[in-house]
C-alpha cells in the first residue's frame, strides 16, 4: 500500500520518469523465486511425512475446486482471463507471490495490466478481510463450530453480492450475452 501511495505522489509531482520499470520488475520477480523458495524450505516434513495422507487428500480436492473456480471466472472476462485466473489461483492457494510466479508464466515481462491490478487487490484484501483477521482469528478456539461456517458463508456471499454489484457498474456485465447486431 505504501508502494501504491508513493508511485501516485511521484507521478502527481512530475517525478515518475525517474523510477526504471524494468529493474523494478527484475527487482520484483528475483523477490518473487526467492519468497517461494524459502517458502517451500520451510516445510516440517517430519510432520508432512506423519500426515501425508490427509493433507493429500485435503490438498488435492481443494486445489481442485479452487481451480474449477478461478479458471471458470477467468473465462468470464473479455481480456486477459487467462493471465487473471492463473494469477488468483496463484493467489488462492498460495501467496500474492505465488500469483505473480504463475504469471510469469504467461507474461515473462509483467507487461500486462494484471500485475498491477494484483498490487490494488493486495490493499482491497486487508480491508475485505479485516473481520477474518482481526476478530475471527483471536476467537475462533471458542466459538461452535456452526458459527465460524456461518460467518465465512456470510463473509462468501457478501462477496459474490459485492463482485456482481461492483462488475456490472464498473466494466459491463459479463453474465449477459453480447445482443446480436
Known amino acids: 500500500m505504501i508502494c501504491v501511495g508513493l508511485r501516485a505522489l511521484l507521478d502527481r509531482f512530475n517525478l515518475g520518469q525517474f523510477v526504471d520499470d524494468e529493474t523494478q520488475k527484475r527487482i ?66 498460495g501467496s500474492t507471490g505465488s500469483g505473480i510466479l504463475l504469471l510469469r508464466i504467461l507474461d515473462p515481462n509483467l507487461a500486462s495490466s494484471v ?33 465460524i461456517i456461518l460467518i465465512y458463508l456470510a463473509t462468501a456471499g457478501f462477496g459474490l453480492i459485492l463482485v456482481q454489484l461492483l462488475g456490472s457498474k464498473m466494466s459491463g456485465d459479463y453474465s449477459q450475452k453480447p445482443e446480436p447486431k
Not at 523465486?33 to 485435503?58: E, R
Not at 479452487?66 to 488462492?92: D, S, V, Y
Open 28 to 93: 520484483t520477480g528475483s523477490s518473487v523465486d526467492l519468497m517461494v523458495t524459502a517458502s517451500l524450505l520451510s516445510i516440517n516434513f517430519a510432520l508432512l511425512t506423519q500426515f501425508w495422507q490427509p493433507i493429500l487428500l485435503v490438498a488435492s480436492l481443494v486445489t481442485l475446486v479452487t481451480a474449477a473456480l478461478c479458471f471458470t471466472a477467468g473465462l468470464r472476462l473479455k481480456t486477459l482471463g487467462a493471465e487473471r485466473g492463473l494469477t488468483i489461483f496463484g493467489c488462492c492457494c
Open 115 to 147: 500485475a498491477k491490478e494484483l498490487a490494488f487487490f493486495n490493499i482491497a484484501i486487508l480491508f475485505l478481510s479485516f473481520h477474518i483477521l482481526a476478530i475471527m482469528a483471536p476467537i475462533l478456539p471458542s466459538i461452535p463450530v456452526i458459527w
